[in-house]
């Protein structure tokens, strides 16, 4: 069996701070043995978490993701290759095939996030997104979960969860256990018999990604000149 927190943030995200070996660590606290790294439109901390856990020789897959923004919200990509720029979600969701990567829709009806209306998607563009995230631990509320796993079962899509850990503490708070298989990959990550679990996080959550935001742009403002 696979544990597996498929959403989470690092310090490569513009609203998160945490140090990617902190993730790392918590993901082992919680007794992960699967995390993906996805950064904000970026996939260097999921390449670094990559290193890391191999130095550490932890029995711990990285799965390399993005939360990648598009034009008709935020969609999550696992096991790419290449960073997969911000765009309009049909090209976002070509260049996502070419490199073999999975589609989900992150946290679909929490339009505040930038959440993807599922329901008023263009068939073809929704034949595109295998799985629905259906377990968002940060939604501010429960509905907007229940709206997702009846949308993905009513659609017969693959059902994913996640934290979406903006701090080292999250993470874990949302997992999905896969069955009768030993490592994930493309298509186990759709496939597999899978059971969802977690908690929602307190709302208070939210303040770690605000403080980091503020503090990162008084990082910018005081960083003295010369030192970008
Ligand atoms: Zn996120």
């Known amino acids: 069996m696979i544990k597996a927190d498929l959403h ?22 919680a007794g992960l043995s699967a995390i993906a790294i996805t950064d904000h439109d970026s996939i260097e901390g999921a390449l670094e978490a990559q290193r890391v856990a191999r130095r550490r020789n932890l029995p711990l897959q990285v799965i390399l993701g993005e939360e990648v923004r598009t034009d008709k919200g935020d969609l999550l990509v696992y096991f790419v290759k290449k960073r997969i720029a911000p765009g309009k979600l049909g090209g976002v969701l070509a260049e996502a095939k070419r490199q073999g990567a999975v589609c989900c829709a992150a946290h679909p009806y929490d339009f505040a996030r930038h959440g993807i209306a599922l329901g008023k998607l263009p068939a073809p563009l929704l034949a595109k997104i295998g799985c629905v995230e259906v377990f968002n631990a940060r939604v501010p509320m429960p509905s907007q979960n229940a709206r997702a796993m009846a949308f993905a079962l ?3 899509l693959a059902l994913l969860a996640g934290s979406d850990a903006h701090h080292p503490s999250e993470v874990g708070a949302a997992y999905v256990e896969f069955y009768g298989v030993s490592a994930l990959d493309a298509a186990s990550l759709v496939g597999a018999h899978r059971k969802i679990g977690g908690k929602s996080s307190s709302p208070f959550v939210r303040f770690y990604s605000r403080y980091a935001v503020l503090r990162k742009k008084l990082a910018g403002l005081f960083r003295p000149r010369g030192m970008d």
């Open 8 to 29: 989470t943030h690092t310090i490569f995200s513009k609203d998160s701070l945490s140090r990617v070996g902190d993730v790392i660590d918590a993901a082992a606290k």
């Open 154 to 156: 009513r659609n017969r």
